[in-house]
């Protein structure tokens, strides 16, 4: 791959992936980067962490969605950072030099400061994460059945989800949803009806992106699933056995964490200006200021190519829109005929945005058109299903999503990992909580907090 001058990508999701594709006919060599070996359809993450989905059904090896393209290689790497003066993207154990760099290796949690808290409050950014929530969802069931105290059963059927976006709303939907409609009929001394489904947003309204009569069109289907939903209750604690709102301390065993997200910490080996969630303050044609062959892209980006000057948010078709954009442009150039000064400039075309609160409930807000209830539901389904990488994904999301709509059954409901909780022989009274039962248990197990 040194005939032509090189691309380098780092990242295999929305942008990458767009910039890798839309670069195909280019001639240029491109070589895409990604410390994991698979795309992940991030929108439907929650999905996989409430037992809807399995991740096979919303991830494709990056190597597979690329094979045909011959300009494009992919190797499994860990970049570490960049240095733009001799050009090279540093990796663990070596260097890649490039002609031109795309950045696109998205964002993680934000725990504002407070990262002592991202082992008792999971989020969901990607299939790792997805199935960590997943394990602790129905372990939390699996706990309560054999609790023989009531106080100890509510704190083990409750879950507060910290924040009121998209995935913080879409969460804690899901999960009222398995508890009312999934599982009752799987055990026996609980009722899983009966779960509490605590919703916490430090605005005084959910989804903030959206119109406020969608946010409160949400508010009210949640409620109407018998989810809890708080408004200006914003998170100052989190501890093993609930978060702390203000001054008072909320009890919950199960905590989620949809409050915030932070840029990869990549941007900083640049050397340039990043705001407050560590995104590169881009030039408005996506270059890094003083190194105009770098181009970041996605959520590491901080761009004003909004209408009007606005910030582009930080969502898939943006990260698309924008890689395309880069790529537009290294195409040109490296052809000898770059873009004019005028057509340089990213422009964000929003195409709308879409949330999803259970079976037959979302709101859509498409230009200053907005919808709610199950033509939203049918909208936000048939966006997202179009918007998988292969058939094979979209196939199978669209034969789960159908069986779970005339069965309300979630097929994808595995502990996976090792879990260890001790159970009451079959028939007998459920031991104390805190001590061992009789029976078979092993004199090794403890109880899951």
Known sequence: MMDRRRVVIVGGGFGGLAA?????RAPVDVLLLDRKNHHTFQPLLYQVATAALSPADIASPIRHILYRQKNCRVALASVTGVDVTRKVVQLEGGEIPYDWL??????????????DWSTLAPGLKSVEDATTIRTRLLLAFEDAEYEVGEEARRAALTFAVVGGGPTGVELAGA?????????????RNIDTKT????????GDRLLPAFDPSLGDRARRDLESLGVEVRLGARVTGVADGGVTVGDEFVPARN?????????NPLGKSLGVPLDRSG?????????????????????????NGAKGGMPVPGVA???????????????????GTPAAAADRAFAYRDKGSLAT?????????????????????????????????NFRNRFAVLMNWFWQLITASRGARLITGDPRLPCAVPGERPAPSGSLPSGDARPDQERLR
Not at 102 to 110: E, P, R, Y
Not at 280 to 287: E, H, N, Q, R
């Open 255 to 263: 905590i989620l964490w949809a409050a915030g997200v932070q840029a």
């Open 175 to 187: 999960i009222k949803e398995i508890a009312a409609s999934s599982i009752p009929a799987d055990f």
């Open 279 to 303: 995104r590169v303050s881009v030039a408005p044609d996506l270059t890094v200021p003083g190194a105009p062959a770098v181009y970041v892209i996605g959520d590491m980006a901080a761009s």
């Open 195 to 202: 779960a509490r489904v605590l919703l916490l947003q430090g």
């Open 317 to 335: 078709p943006a990260a698309i829109q924008m890689g395309r954009h880069a790529a537009r442009l290294i195409a040109a150039e490296a052809r």
């Open 20 to 24: 890798a594709r839309a670069l195909a």
């Open 102 to 115: 795309i950045l696109a290796a998205g964002a993680t949690h934000s725990y504002f400061g407070r990262e």
């Open 357 to 389: 609160i259970g079976r037959w409930r979302a709101v859509a807000q498409i230009g200053g058109l907005k919808f709610a209830g199950p033509f939203a539901w049918l909208l936000w389904a048939v966006v997202h299903v179009a918007s998988l990488v």
